[in-house]
């Protein structure tokens, strides 16, 4: 160990919440991963957490070692400490003051922003953007988030909420969305998305085999990257048909922010170049002739569950 003291990073999730111990270097040294169950009362949640702190306590032989906390939540207002309607949570951490709930169980410096912002900065501090000063990661989990960096500063815009690409409208009178609008690029490409199209594909093409094989409402990604793998026409048409959406989107992001790379992160981007090659062909299509080719499409070399966590424990140091 590098150090005594540490900071404690929070990424939570529509579904999954992982906390862990961090050092100065970046160094994780203690992680955990527990059901988010937004539909309960987020003190529960926070309850768990730091039941499994106190175990952690006397597994390091230490006290009072966590010197600050990260965290990284949906719709997490960094000014404010608020969490402000959010989408994939339930009704119960709707304007939400967290950093004083979180106080409530630890009084020491609490810092919160977007999830996807703590992504951002994961991938700034530990991973492949390090060396970059304009970057955009795009989170694909339950829902699409994105943190954005320019000029080697994360951007919250005047408040907090700059960077919700997920809800940029790439179909207007589309699919209908959490937010309240039609069409956001996140009802396409993310889990959810992905679910609303195969379901869409399974009542147009009534006689394929495999689409009716599928009973679960929730996709299984792995199941689909075989079939895609095993040569499966209907699945190279869902991917293909997701990754243009996803291309159509990057399009207009790049359009406006020319970053050096988007950088992928989340369980959707596991199925990589079976969707990401389709996401870069749109995007080029989409774009200017002079600006095609320019930008990279790269995918998180952090390990699953760490870029969250590890931006959210740089928070309370980060230059912003």
Request: charged content about 20%; aromatic content about 8%; some cysteine.
């Amino acid at each position: 160990m590098t150090d005594r003291k540490y900071s404690l990073g929070i990424d939570i999730g529509g579904t999954n919440t992982v906390f862990g111990l961090i050092d100065s270097c970046g160094h994780i040294i203690k992680k955990n991963s527990i059901l988010t169950n937004s539909n309960k009362a987020p003190e529960l949640l926070f309850k768990n957490i730091f039941n499994k702190i106190k175990l952690w306590e006397t597994e390091l032989n230490l006290q009072n070692f966590i010197k600050d906390i990260g965290v990284g939540v949906p719709n997490g207002d960094y000014f404010t400490g608020m969490v402000i309607n959010p989408p994939n949570l339930g009704k119960g951490w709707d304007d939400l003051n967290l950093v004083s709930l979180i106080k409530s169980f630890k009084n020491i410096p609490v810092t919160i922003t977007n999830d996807a912002n703590a992504a951002a900065l994961g991938e700034k501090s530990y991973g492949v953007a390090k060396s970059m000063n304009d970057v955009v990661v795009i989170t694909l989990g339950t829902g699409l988030g994105s943190g954005i960096i320019v000029n080697n500063n994360l951007v919250y815009g005047y408040d907090g909420f700059a960077g919700e690409l997920g809800h940029l409208v790439i179909e207007p009178d589309g699919r209908d969305c959490g937010c309240g609008r039609k069409g956001c690029l996140e009802m396409y490409v993310s889990a959810k998305g992905l679910d609303y199209t195969v379901q869409e594909y399974r009542k147009e093409y009534q006689d394929n085999k495999f689409l009716q094989s599928i009973k679960s409402q929730t996709i299984d990604g792995k199941l689909l990257d075989i079939a895609f793998d095993n040569g499966e026409k209907i699945v190279k048409d869902i991917y293909k048909y997701t990754g243009n959406m996803l291309g159509l989107g990057l399009a207009q992001i790049a359009k406006i922010l020319s970053p050096e790379a988007f950088v992928f992160y989340g369980g959707l981007s596991n199925a990589k170049h079976r969707i990401l090659d389709f996401a870069k062909d749109s995007m080029n299509a989409n774009r200017s002739k002079y600006q095609k080719n320019k930008i990279k499409i790269l995918l998180s070399d952090l390990p699953d569950g760490e870029a969250g966590i590890l931006g959210a424990s740089c928070l309370n140091s980060f230059n912003q």
